[in-house]
């Protein structure tokens, strides 16, 4: 490398400094002078004569090679007396921009590693440093030295110890040996020395011996480092001596040509040489086999060259005395390092048997070193799991699961919802994480079931090294998880989006599946393929269940895979309901591929959705169009079917899974009428679907819908075929007349009618708009109900008054509707998808409930920002196990507490431990208040059998035993039967971890989930809701007919059903119906029960008495619990009554408490004196029930309602003008897209 050094700066300041004084010396400064001066300068011949040239300098410079200076121009001050003047192109500007058009004759050139110039360093290169060629002189050392150790094969199978020709003295051998075992047997020595060695075998070993000794003297020369003694008494070197030296020698005197060598002995040499010649192939081809592969090469390569040192060794020995051949030889040392000694082969003479002590010496302390360094690399191997191989990754699909620490909860969701889609049964599952492999993770990857499927490789996603031994750039998609139970929850986000970030960067194109914690971080992860904010979920699932029962429940049962096979053997009419219809899921199918929904091509969707649920069982809530990326739920009836789009339905199985069965119906219709063809009983619509082994079987006794009639015939009850009320068809093509105008739209003339009936109302003051203010980036724009103006932060404190209003508690406020609780730790980002769809615009204003926000610490105002633009929404400094605060904040005027898992309890010593915290205390106020509705989120969703707990009730215990028989026949729910979780008052977001999962197989199922739980609204798509089913509304009888009464009335889809049945849970069993409370309570719920049996009775014959409440059920309990069932005794009765004394005292003691708190606080009790219990009920979900479903009353059924700002009339936009006058205020900061 050259540089030059630009020194025409110095030169020129120096010859400018120069020049007054050469004037001053010469005195002929004149004014022809100054001419002269501007003049181009003149050299003399001897100056430039004197100057030397640059050639003639690097010639005389060329000994020394490194730093070449051109100094011709620095002398040239004392060579000339007077300097010249400087030419016109030496002016100030050039020396300013530093022109560099003149002559390089003044630059500096300067080579750097000019050592590696010489002979020697060039050696060095070509034989050690380089490693493709020293690779090859390696190999061919390798095989100089195999070379040498098969001559001396071949030397010792011609040599025969009898013949005498070629020795230089003669040799006299004893024909006999003694016979006696005490007396030696004599040692020709001179067999030992002298071998037969044929000439052409010399010459040839001769020439590889000279050949090797001269590359051994070089290598010597290279790696010399001033020490020669070190050099010399390496034992490769000693060992190249021994073998080559004597060969050499008996060029020179012919005499030692059969002088004997060890030859064999190179067997270590050759050792040594394919150890470096494989770690120079490593480095050739940059790559690395693992450390295991190298210590078992190297134990092969020991034990081989132990045995064919020992055999070559005992064998030349035994030249002396026995003479055993090489074979026998060899069989003599396999036998003895193997520890069996047969003693049929032995040696004889001293020598070889002192040969074989020192062998069997080197061999007790060189072999259990090497297997102790195998059995550590093998212990670390297991750690940190091995490498997942090039050629596996390229012939088999795997995936990557990146997580911080692996549990056995976590790792066994995985795999049960991963591997339960049959076209991933061929996967691999390659989990890389950066800590030790858990004793319970380490037994479970030992089952044979995941022994062959699931890799652990320990290691971190940050480095290449790591991303490289899972094969990354190979996988089919990689799975970022984060560590939920960190105590610093954005800390755990921070290390998931650097494990994004380094995937990426990794593999492209590799797709990403990125779970997050905090919403505010989401937007670090937007280039990932699908995102799944934990917080995002879980703040709007706790919402959705205080308006629409056990909304967590659905969601869970829809994102996880099952066959609807859970609870089929049991005795419970609702359990075997309840669990067939939790195999429903969602799916999508493109509908001209569709035999489901084939035939409705241009139909409005919802009829589409009716008869496919009226034929076939399944539920269309969602359509896609082919040109447009976005989902839309329900999109109403003006949406036309078309063949490209795709269909997104709720079904027990995908449809190219199941199996149409035809019966021949021209015989039908040659023998009946077809006027008469849909009032038979057997006629009714087909809704029995029987999943066996993913296949599903529909009998279809008439595919085709009617089209003389949209009414549907009722089944007859004990014969009679008696009518209800009709039900208007569902029209093929949308008709804007038919369709009921939604409620939204007329939303804001009834607040403006009732205005003047309501008097201080606070909801005729709201507005509709986006709310101004978003906590985080990445948050999807809802249009809200809003307040004019926004409220001063003083007014969102509940419990203090300001200068604004004097209220201190809720009763102040004098709420119309119940309140929601809400109780956090701390006001994070998520709290606000909480607050969000309880605002959205589709709820009634005189529907919103009031939301209190009870924190452990005060909220910043950030936060306050964020959510002081909704009306309704406060907050509270207080923890719920504080009675006071949780009177304060009106929990006996609130119909929802939502109890927030804490971070701070997240962690803890033992796993499970981290709900002990919020289980107590929720059972507390359990008991506090039994007519609250508590919705829960726990971390482990194990402990949710703690919710509730009733130690003797021993229903619960037959639901425990339950639990554990579907868990060992391997559901994936087993917990579902768990009554809180079957009611929607607990709920864990760990179960929703199968969404991500279910994501790389259902990529539309993070949209679908964020639509229902109205995360994301898309223009055109519906939202969820409920409606209750009253008394008037029974004579509808069936859930089919109700789909029909939806669809044609008001374009709802029904998608299940909020099921709540009476039930009298037991403390005993020779007690079933014993009642703990007091007496005046127990008269009332009697007779709402006799009133609720009376009404089943005459709505449902089959039902006539309750299916928990019949003798078959208490016996199931009883055999489930395994108690002998003994008569109760007088003594029995009498401690049961008193356990009852004890109990009713224990509930007053209980009100009294309360009571007096809310003295203290100055609180007015009437409100907690009519709080009842009416925990005594059992409630689940019934996801798309057979249409025959029989309702219910106070059945709550979720609905999918149409977007009611997709297909306004104008009129309704004109007429909710003066709507949006008043958001003048909040004008600037919303979106105008949509006008009310």
Not at 252 to 277: H, Q, S, T, Y
Request: net charge neutral; glycine share 4%; aromatic share 10%.
């Amino acid at each position: 490398m050259n540089v030059f050094f630009n020194l025409r700066g110095s030169i020129v300041r120096q010859m400018v400094e120069d020049r007054p004084a050469a004037g001053n010396t010469k005195g002929n400064r004149t004014e022809g002078g100054k001419e002269a001066a501007m003049s181009p300068p003149r050299r003399s011949s001897s100056s430039l004569g004197d100057r030397p040239s640059t050639e003639s300098l690097q010639r005389n410079n060329s000994s020394n090679s490194g730093v070449i200076l051109d100094i011709a121009a620095l002398k040239m001050a004392e060579v000339d007396t007077e300097v010249p003047p400087l030419p016109p192109r030496y002016r100030f500007r050039d020396l300013l921009l530093g022109d560099q058009t003149f002559q390089n004759d003044d630059r500096v050139q300067v080579e750097f590693y000019v050592n590696e110039n010489t002979f020697k360093e060039r050696l060095k290169l070509f034989f050690i440093k380089n490693q493709r060629s020293s690779l090859r002189i390696r190999l061919f050392n390798f095989s100089l030295k195999i070379l040498t150790c098969v001559l001396y094969t071949v030397r010792v199978t011609l040599d025969n110890p009898n013949d005498t020709n070629g020795n230089p003295c003669t040799i006299f051998r004893n024909s006999s040996w003694p016979n006696s075992s005490t007396e030696s047997p004599e040692i020709h020595w001179k067999l030992i020395l002298w071998v037969t060695r044929p000439d052409p075998l010399w010459g040839i070993q001769v020439t590889v011996a000279l050949i090797s000794f001269l590359e051994t003297m070089l290598i010597t020369y290279l790696s010399y480092k001033g020490n020669i003694w070190e050099q010399i008494f390496q034992i490769s070197f000693i060992l190249e001596m021994i073998n080559t030296v004597p060969f050499i020698i008996t060029i020179f005197w012919p005499p030692l040509r059969n002088i004997f060598v060890p030859v064999f002995l190179n067997c270590w040499l050759a050792k040594g040489a394919l150890e470096n010649m494989i770690n120079d192939f490593h480095r050739a081809i940059q790559r690395t086999h693992s450390a295991m592969f190298n210590q078992v090469f190297i134990l092969i390569c020991t034990l081989l060259c132990l045995v064919f040192t020992g055999a070559c060794g005992i064998q030349h020995l035994e030249r002396a005395g026995k003479n055993l051949t090489l074979f026998d030889s060899f069989y003599f040392c396999i036998v003895t390092f193997s520890t069996v000694g047969y003693g049929d082969v032995t040696p004889q003479i001293w020598p070889s048997q002192l040969l074989v002590v020192i062998l069997i010496c080197v061999a007790l302390v060189v072999l259990p070193l090497q297997f102790e360094e195998l059995a550590y690399l093998w212990m670390e191997s297991q750690k940190l799991g091995g490498n997942y191989s090039r050629h596996r990754a390229q012939t088999e699909k795997h995936v990557v699961l990146c997580v911080s620490s692996l549990k056995i909860d976590l790792l066994m969701d995985f795999l049960n919802e991963f591997y339960a889609h049959p076209r991933l049964q061929d996967y691999y599952v390659v989990i890389l994480c950066p800590t030790d492999i858990d004793i319970q993770v380490r037994r479970i990857l030992q089952i044979p079931l995941w022994s062959q499927r699931v890799i652990y490789l320990q290691g971190s996603a940050l480095k290449d090294q790591d991303l490289m031994r899972a094969k990354m750039d190979d996988a089919e998609a990689c799975f970022i998880l984060s560590s939920r139970n960190e105590g610093d929850r954005t800390a755990a986000d921070h290390q998931t989006i650097l494990r994004a970030w380094a995937a990426k960067d990794f593999a492209p194109n590799c797709p990403l599946y990125v779970q997050i914690l905090k919403p505010e971080n989401k937007f670090h992860v937007k280039f990932a393929d699908h995102v799944v904010c934990e917080e995002e979920f879980k703040y709007a699932m706790l919402a959705l269940n205080c308006v629409c029962p056990a909304m967590s429940t659905l969601v869970t049962l829809l994102v996880h895979t099952s066959r609807g096979q859970e609870g089929q053997l049991s005795p419970e009419q609702w359990q075997r309901m309840y669990g067939r219809c939790s195999g429903n899921e969602v799916y999508h199918i493109r509908l001209c591929d569709s035999k489901f929904f084939g035939e409705y091509d241009g139909k409005s969707f919802t009829y589409a959705s009716f008869h496919a649920h009226k034929k076939y069982g399944v539920c269309l809530i969602g359509v896609r169009r082919d040109d447009n990326k976005s989902i839309l739920l329900n999109p109403g009836p003006r949406h036309i079917m078309a063949a490209t789009d795709t269909c997104y339905y709720i079904n027990i199985t995908k449809e190219e899974n199941s199996a149409f069965i035809f019966k021949q119906e021209e015989k039908h219709n040659k023998s009946l009428p077809v006027t008469g063809l849909y009032d038979a009983p057997s006629r009714l619509p087909v809704h029995s679907i029987i999943a066996s082994m993913g296949t599903v079987a529909i009998d279809l006794q008439n595919p085709d819908p009617p089209e003389e009639t949209g009414k549907l015939t009722l089944p007859t009850e004990n014969g009679a075929g008696s009518r209800r009320p009709s039900i208007a068809p569902v029209l093929e093509i949308a008709d804007s007349s038919a369709i009921l105008p939604c409620d939204l739209l007329s939303d804001q003339s009834e607040d403006e009618t009732n205005q003047s009936d309501e008097e201080g109302s606070v909801g005729s003051d709201f507005v509709k708009g986006y709310p101004p203010n978003s906590p985080y980036i990445g948050s999807s724009p809802t249009l809200c109900h809003l307040l004019p103006q926004k409220a001063p932060f003083c007014c969102l404190r509940l419990d203090k008054g300001c200068t604004h209003n004097s209220f201190e508690d809720a009763k102040a406020y004098g709420f119309k509707n119940k309140l929601i609780i809400v109780s956090a730790e701390t006001a994070g980002n998520g709290l606000y998808n909480f607050i969000v769809p309880l605002r959205a615009y589709y709820r009634p204003r005189k529907e919103l409930n009031p939301i209190v926000l009870l924190l452990d610490y005060q909220p910043d105002n950030h936060f306050l920002e964020a959510i002081c633009c909704f009306p309704m929404v406060y907050f509270m400094a207080g923890t719920i196990d504080n009675l006071d605060n949780l009177l304060q904040c009106g929990i006996i005027y609130a119909d929802n507490l939502v109890v927030v898992d804490k971070e701070s309890t997240m962690s803890a010593e033992e796993d499970y431990m981290a709900d002990a915290k919020t289980i107590v205390n929720v059972q507390t106020m359990f008991r506090l208040f039994p007519s609250l509705s508590i919705i829960t989120e726990l971390t482990h969703p194990s402990n949710m059998r703690f919710m509730q707990f009733r130690a003797k009730d021993c229903y619960s215990l037959a639901l425990s035993k339950l639990e554990k028989i579907e868990r060992d026949k391997g559901s994936n729910l087993a917990f579902m039967f768990r009554l809180p979780f079957a009611a929607g008052r607990v709920f864990s977001i760990s179960m929703l971890d199968t969404l991500l999962y279910q994501s790389f197989v259902k990529d539309y199922m993070i949209a679908i989930a964020r639509l229902l739980l109205g995360l994301d609204t898309t223009p055109g798509s519906g939202y969820l809701c409920v409606m209750k089913i009253t008394e008037e509304d029974l004579w509808i009888r069936t859930y089919g007919r109700l789909f029909q009464k939806l669809c044609s009335s008001s374009a709802e889809i029904p998608i299940g059903i909020y099921r709540t049945e009476s039930h009298m849970f037991s403390t005993s069993e020779s007690q079933v119906s014993i009642n703990v409370e007091q007496g005046e309570e127990h008269r009332d719920r009697k007779e709402s029960w006799k009133e609720k049996t009376a009404h089943r009775n005459s709505s449902a014959s089959e039902q006539s008495e309750h299916p928990l409440l019949r003798k078959k059920s208490m016996q199931w309990a009883r055999r489930l619990s395994r108690k002998n069932t003994k008569p109760s005794s007088r003594a029995e009765r009498i401690s049961q009554q008193r356990l009852n004394l004890y109990r009713r005292s224990e509930r007053q003691e209980l009100s009294e408490l309360v009571k007096n708190r809310m003295k203290h606080l100055g609180l007015p009790t009437v409100g907690y004196d009519e709080m009842n219990d009416h925990q005594n009920t059992l409630s689940y979900v019934l996801i798309n029930p057979p249409p025959d479903t029989m309702l219910e009353l106070n059945d709550i059924v979720y609905i999918i309602r149409s977007d009611p700002l997709a297909h306004m009339p104008e009129e309704s936009q004109v007429g909710q003008s003066r709507g949006t006058r008043n958001q003048t205020r909040f004008g600037s900061e919303t979106r105008n897209e949509t006008h009310l």
